[in-house]
């Protein structure tokens, strides 16, 4: 059974956008008419609690909204972050290995060479999990050669200098794919905002339906900055597709830097 957050993720942000505005449309014109029928059975109800209901059902979704917007905006910037240190990681790791005894400093820069366009990602989940399986098998072919030198000159202090940076670079490696695969807004509350969108929508039309003061342009306006504003927490929080996505630009300045070759499937 697909999980909420796969629907989710399966459909284009703009896709995701209409689908919103459509269904909440349909939820408010759900409430408005609910109104009008209650209020031609009764004449005992008409503004009264539904009103108080409404503003407070208004304000717990800007609440939610803020939170909501907050978590998706913080992860981001931890992906864009961690892309940054881990280009400045690999080209320190890089440099060091210069300072290694042939063969094995040929040999890792090397290997360097090759991880760099591995950790350019793209938009295809497939191809993402493949470079990162071939990613781990540079990491330890890397840490097979340190480990090799390490036994050879167990008190050279280069060498501790580039095994610090190798241990950076890989620790770097499993911080981004904890961030840009695992990390995501909590589906629970993804779920809670949608309800909770449509609950008050429902609940303004009603009170609209039972007050008989109707304002399309405003149900519309108020539909579609809301679909905007969720639609913008979900492209946030989109790890590879959508409108923002996180700048790959440090490594390929890095790519550049050390001569790698081009990623097999680059960015688009």
Known sequence: MMRFQQLIDSLPIVGLFVAFVIFALITAEFGYRLGRWWQERTSDEKEGPTAMIVGS???????????TMGMASDRFNTRRGVVLD???SVGTTYLRAGYLP???SSETKALLREYVPLRILTDDLTDVRARIARSVEI?????SIAEELARATPD???LALYIASLNEMI????TRVIAGLYARVPETILILLLLCSMLTLAMVGYNAGLTLRRSPLTAVGLVIVLGAVITLVVDLDRPREGFLK???QPLIYLQEQ???PPPANPPK
Do not use: R, T
């Not at 990491?139 to 840490?143: G, S």
């Not at 620790?171 to 499993?174: G, N, P, S, W």
């Open 57 to 67: 059902l208004l304000a717990l979704m800007a609440f939610l909204l803020a939170i």
């Open 86 to 88: 881990e280009a400045n």
């Open 102 to 104: 042939e063969p094995a």
């Open 139 to 143: 990491q330890e072919k890397l840490w």
């Open 156 to 158: 050279s202090d280069v």
């Open 171 to 174: 620790d770097l490696h499993q």
């Open 246 to 248: 996180v700048s790959q």
């Open 258 to 260: 050390i001569g790698a």
